[in-house]
């Protein structure tokens, strides 16, 4: 059934087609709301255990992997998100599109059966893969409003070449794919629609660009190694879950905001949920400025700087995380509050809520979020952090086999 919002969010992607600094109106006035509306997702799923037996406790995953005829109803997973990326509908209300060429030839006029054809496509699409296949893109691949990338039942790898930028659009689910040794992009003239190509200068090099955007969905995908972030969202972009990802071997992992100067910003809305941030990684994890940020339920295996940083005031609402700190006893702080003196970030609204700290990690709260005035939401319940290894067990690109459960 299609959702009663998909009115409401045509008429919004046709307003991007004339003014894209609206993309601040998809932020959300009251972030609390959607905090809490995460937290009963966690506890509804954690209390129907008992009845599901493939359950892990994880709502997203919950949602769709106990069906064994998930290939069947691949865009039922378009229902699934959580957090403030909860609206991103994908490609939901289109047709499959299967992927059967791995090539990238030419990226102003790509052939049809490749995926940077199917992403520039004006019609919503829920795009496939035919066979595991590893795609080194020539220049970033520009993705259109309501698309899905859905890696499942094939292993499908995004890297040797630039990577995946979404710019002014809306809508976008990217699900299951490895994304790694991602390398800057040339000088070059690239397609982002089927009337529309132009001239790109050279690109970051980051795995998942958000510029802009509003409306993405990231889940379960393995991220590493990238040539500046692995998943960065700047310049406006709001209404975002990141989730389910396991991220390895990287410097500066997560991006949330484009400068202290970039006041727009301050309608960024991030969810960051179920994520392994493993092996490898210094720092930013993520890294944000002005807007507000819900980091729930992930696994800190590694960090060499620190886990979470920021400046310009964002507010950083973590809750029932795992930080496991390294043995470096001079890199034992979650956070870092980047770029200011104590007498400003004190001010800045930071809370740690049910983390479990090991190893001597542990979390510098700041504002509201050191005393009890700070406005909470709801609860996670009882030591929601001792459920994080089994939430995140299958964070990654997952190996799902066409024919059985996922």
């Known amino acids: 059934m299609a959702s009663p919002l998909l009115p409401l969010l045509v008429l919004f992607a046709a307003a991007l087609l004339v003014a894209p600094t609206l993309i601040n109106s998809s932020a959300v006035q009251d972030p609390e709301l959607v905090v809490k509306e995460v937290e009963r997702s966690i506890n509804t799923t954690r209390r129907n255990l008992g009845f599901l037996s493939c359950g892990t406790g994880n709502p997203i995953d919950d949602c769709w992997r106990c069906d064994p005829n998930w290939e069947k109803n691949r865009q039922r997973l378009a229902d699934c998100a959580i957090g403030f990326g909860k609206q991103a509908i994908g490609g939901r209300d289109g047709?499959?599109?299967?992927?059967?060429?791995?090539?990238?030839?030419?990226?102003?006029?790509?052939?049809?059966?490749?995926?940077?054809?199917?992403?520039?496509?004006?019609?919503?699409?829920?795009?496939?893969?035919?066979?595991?296949?590893?795609?080194?893109?020539?220049?970033?691949?520009?993705?259109?409003?309501?698309?899905?990338?859905?890696?499942?039942?094939?292993?499908?790898?995004?890297?040797?070449?630039?990577?995946?930028?979404?710019?002014?659009?809306?809508?976008?689910?990217?699900?299951?794919?490895?994304?790694?040794?991602?390398?800057?992009?040339?000088?070059?003239?690239?397609?982002?629609?089927?009337?529309?190509?132009?001239?790109?200068?050279?690109?970051?090099?980051?795995?998942?660009?958000?510029?802009?955007?509003?409306?993405?969905?990231?889940?379960?995908?393995?991220?590493?190694?990238?040539?500046?972030?692995?998943?960065?969202?700047?310049?406006?972009?709001?209404?975002?879950?990141?989730?389910?990802?396991?991220?390895?071997?990287?410097?500066?992992?997560?991006?949330?905001?484009?400068?202290?100067?970039?006041?727009?910003?301050?309608?960024?809305?991030?969810?960051?949920?179920?994520?392994?941030?493993?092996?490898?990684?210094?720092?930013?994890?993520p890294r944000c400025r002005h807007g507000y940020f819900h980091v729930v339920n992930n696994d800190y295996t590694h960090w060499e700087m620190y886990a979470i940083g920021g400046s310009a005031s964002p507010t950083i609402n973590s809750q029932g995380n795992r930080f496991v700190a390294p043995d470096d006893r001079f890199s034992k702080e979650v956070t870092k509050h980047e770029d200011a003196p104590e007498s400003e970030w004190k001010n800045w609204n930071w809370r740690s809520e049910g983390d479990l700290m090991m190893n001597g990690a542990f979390f510098t709260p700041s504002g509201a979020g050191a005393s009890s005035s700070y406005a909470k939401a709801s609860s996670l319940g009882a030591r929601p952090s001792s459920l994080v290894g089994s939430i995140t067990m299958s964070a990654g690109a997952l190996g799902c086999k066409k024919g059985s459960r996922c």
Not at 253 to 262: A, E, F
Request: contains cysteine.
């Open 95 to 285: 047709r499959i599109y299967v992927v059967t060429d791995s090539g990238d030839d030419d990226p102003v006029n790509p052939k049809p059966g490749t995926l940077r054809y199917a992403v520039i496509q004006d019609e919503p699409l829920w795009i496939i893969f035919a066979r595991d296949m590893v795609i080194q893109l020539k220049e970033e691949l520009l993705m259109n409003s309501f698309k899905t990338i859905d890696g499942r039942g094939a292993s499908v790898h995004i890297a040797g070449g630039p990577c995946i930028t979404i710019q002014y659009v809306n809508n976008i689910i990217i699900h299951g794919l490895n994304i790694h040794d991602c390398k800057q992009g040339g000088n070059a003239n690239v397609r982002d629609s089927p009337e529309h190509y132009g001239w790109r200068t050279i690109s970051d090099g980051d795995g998942i660009s958000i510029f802009g955007g509003s409306h993405v969905w990231v889940d379960h995908c393995s991220l590493s190694n990238c040539h500046d972030g692995l998943i960065d969202a700047i310049h406006g972009s709001t209404a975002i879950t990141i989730s389910n990802n396991y991220m390895t071997h990287h410097d500066k992992v997560m991006l949330l905001g484009h400068s202290d100067t970039y006041t727009q910003d301050k309608n960024m809305q991030v969810t960051i949920a179920f994520n392994h941030f493993g092996e490898g990684l210094v720092q930013r994890m």
